[in-house]
T-cell receptor
Framework: SAVISQKPSRDICQRGTSLTIQCQVD?????MFWYRQQPGQSLTLIAT?????????ESGFVIDKFPISRPNLTFSTLTVSNMSPEDSSIYLC??????????FGPGTRLTVT | KQEVTQIPAALSVPEGENLVLNCSFT??????LQWFRQDPGKGLTSLLL?????REQTSGRLNASLDKSSGRSTLYIAASQPGDSATYLC??????????FGTGTQLKVEL
């Protein structure tokens, strides 16, 4: 199974600023995803990070707010832009192994004040 | 649109009890179903993956079953221990590489 690390593990940010979250995987993976877990809620898929091309966003999420980079098969970043208190969530990086088992990183707990 | 529901939302049991967590989904056209465990403030740990062609999977004290036609899965935990206390999430894999998550069951196993 893939081992996933995320940085930072947590952060407290001011309204209007941006935060970039890093995700590193210990092996090359084809499929990499970013999820959000709002307080008391389950997980919602933000986007699929595609290596060498633009990310594929789910309904309700846009590139201007959540730009994603994926320069290679082991690394991705998610930026939360122009933050508001509603962006306070846990953000999780995830990868898909074969056959279709999915693994998650430890998450980044973001608080926006 | 796939919807996943988990019942109960919370459960408290004494140590040693066998228990069943339930997951139901509205669209039976799934590729797989995965059970996860989430400890407070932490990420998700994969417990069991059931492919759409399978009926059940077992790992240690855990057994998960899948009935696609009725849109249901159960996670059976035998001889529960305090270390099993966590939130258990069911996630259904469908088209477009997407996992749809349930709302979770918060389990507390008491000494």
């Amino acid at each position: 199974s893939a081992v996933i690390s995320q940085k930072p593990s947590r952060d407290i940010c001011q309204r209007g600023t941006s935060l970039t979250i890093q995700c590193q995987v210990d092996s090359q993976v084809t499929m990499m995803f970013w999820y959000r877990q709002q307080p008391g809620q389950s997980l919602t898929l933000i986007a699929t990070a595609n290596q060498g091309s633009e990310a594929t966003y789910e309904s309700g999420f846009v590139i201007d707010k959540f730009p994603i980079s994926r320069p290679n098969l082991t690394f991705s970043t998610l930026t939360v832009s122009n933050m508001s208190p509603e962006d306070s969530s846990i953000y999780l990086c995830s990868v898909r192994d074969s056959p279709y088992e999915q693994y998650f990183g430890p998450g980044t707990r973001l608080t926006v004040t | 649109k796939q919807e996943v529901t988990q019942i109960p939302a919370a459960l408290s049991v004494p140590e040693g009890e066998n228990l069943v967590l339930n997951c139901s989904f509205t669209d039976s056209a799934i590729y797989n179903l995965q059970w996860f465990r989430q400890d407070p403030g932490k990420g998700l740990t994969s417990l069991l993956l059931i492919q759409s062609s399978q009926r059940e999977q077992t790992s240690g004290r855990l057994n998960a079953s899948l009935d696609k036609s009725s849109g249901r899965s159960t996670l059976y935990i035998a001889a529960s221990q305090p270390g099993d206390s966590a939130t258990y999430l069911c996630a259904v894999g469908g088209g477009g590489n997407k996992l749809t998550f349930g709302t979770g069951t918060q389990l507390k196993v008491e000494l």
